[in-house]
C-alpha cells in the first residue's frame, strides 16, 4: 500500500566526475571531501533535512562503494526513519533487466517504483556535486503557488561566465519562455542550477515517453524539460541569490574550498539555523606548536602542524612537519607534508606522502607562462620523493622519485 507522501527527494549521484581527473578514479563525484570535515553530497541531504524532505533517494553508479558506505543508514543527516529516510538506489534496482543509468532522465526512469511506493505529488531532483544552501521548502511553496509542472533553480550568472550554463528566458510572472543551451554569445544570464521540482503525475508522463523515443539521450535538460515546454506545460524559474558552485572541475573544487577562508564571501558553514550534516566521527583535536605558523586557515581535527601554513585548508588527521610551508592548497585526510617540503596551490588527495625537500605546484607569480599555469593535483596514496618537484597544472597519480622533476 502506497505511503503518501507530499515532496520527496531523488539525488542524482552517479556521474563519474572525470573532470576532477585522478580525484574521482576511486570514488564518486559526490563522496568528494570538501571543506576540512564534508563530502560533497553532504549539502543536498543537509538541505533535503533543513528543508523537511525526509524521504531521499541517492542514484548511485560509479564507484559507489565509499560513497554508499558514507551514507550508511542516515543516521548523520536525521534520514534513519522508519518511514521514509534514506535509500541507495544503484541500478540493478529497476524496473525490469540490469543496465545502466544511461542519463539523468533515465536514472529516474529506472526508479519509478520506487517513487511510485511514496506516492508523492512533488519530486525534486537534485545533483550531488554542488555546494550550496537552499531551503527547497521555499521552492515547493513557489511551485504550487504557480500550479507548475516543473519548477528549474535560477541563477544569474555573470555574463562573462553565462557560455558554460544552461541559460533560460522569463516572462514577468517567471515562466520560462525559451532556452538556451551553453550557447557562445549568450543573450540571457539565468542559468539552471540542476535543481528541479516536478510535479510526478506530469513527470512520470514524460519519462516514459522519452524512454520509449528511441532518438532520446534521456537527460532532463537536453529531453524531458525541452519536451514539456513543447508540449505547452507550465514551467517556471524559481530565482535563488545565494553562493552557489559546481564542483565539477579541479578549479572549481579549490575555489570552493578556499571560498570558505574568504570574509567576502558568503558561505557560512556554522549557521546554527541551517546546519551542514555530515558523517564524521570524532577527532582528537588538532595541535599547533609553538614553531608553526598558522594564517587565515582551516584546521580540522587530529592534524599536527609543526610548519607554516598560510590560506589552505587542512583535512582531518593531516601532518605538517617542521619547516614544511603549505599555501593555497587543499590537503585532503591522512596526508602527511615532510620537513622543509613546500606544498603551493595545489590538492593533495588522501593518505599521500611529500617526502623532505619536495615541492608541489607553482606561484602564479612566478610561473613564466601564465596560459599553462593551473591547480597541481596529487592523487591518494602517492608518494613524492624527496626534495622531488613538480610543477604547476600537473594530475599525478603515480610515485614520483627523490630528485624527480615532473
Known sequence: MARKTECIAMLLAGGQGSRLGILTKKIAKPAVPYGGKYRIIDFPLSNCVNSGIYTVGVLTQYQPLELNDYIGNGQAWDLDRNEGGVHILSPYQQINGTEWYKGTANAIYQNINFIDRYDPEYVAVLSGDHIYKMDYSKMLAFHKEKNAACTIAMLEVPWEEASRFGLMFTDDNGAITAFEEKPKNPKSNKASMGVYIFTWSKLREYLIADENDPDSSNDFGKNVIPAMHEAGERLFAYKFDGYWKDVGTIDSLWEA???????????????????????????????????????NSLVSGGCYIDGQIDYSVLFANVNIEKGATVKYSIVMPGTTVKADATVQYAMVAENAVIERGAVVGEDPEHCGDLSKWGVTVIGSDTVIGKNAKVSANKMIDENVGEGTEV
Do not use: G, M
Request: overall charge negative; aromatic content about 10%; some cysteine.
Open 257 to 295: 574550498n578556499l571560498d570558505l577562508l574568504n570574509p567576502n564571501v558568503n558561505i557560512d558553514l556554522t549557521d546554527e539555523d541551517w546546519r551542514i550534516y555530515c558523517k564524521n566521527s570524532a577527532l582528537a583535536p588538532h595541535f599547533v606548536s609553538s614553531d608553526a605558523f598558522v594564517q
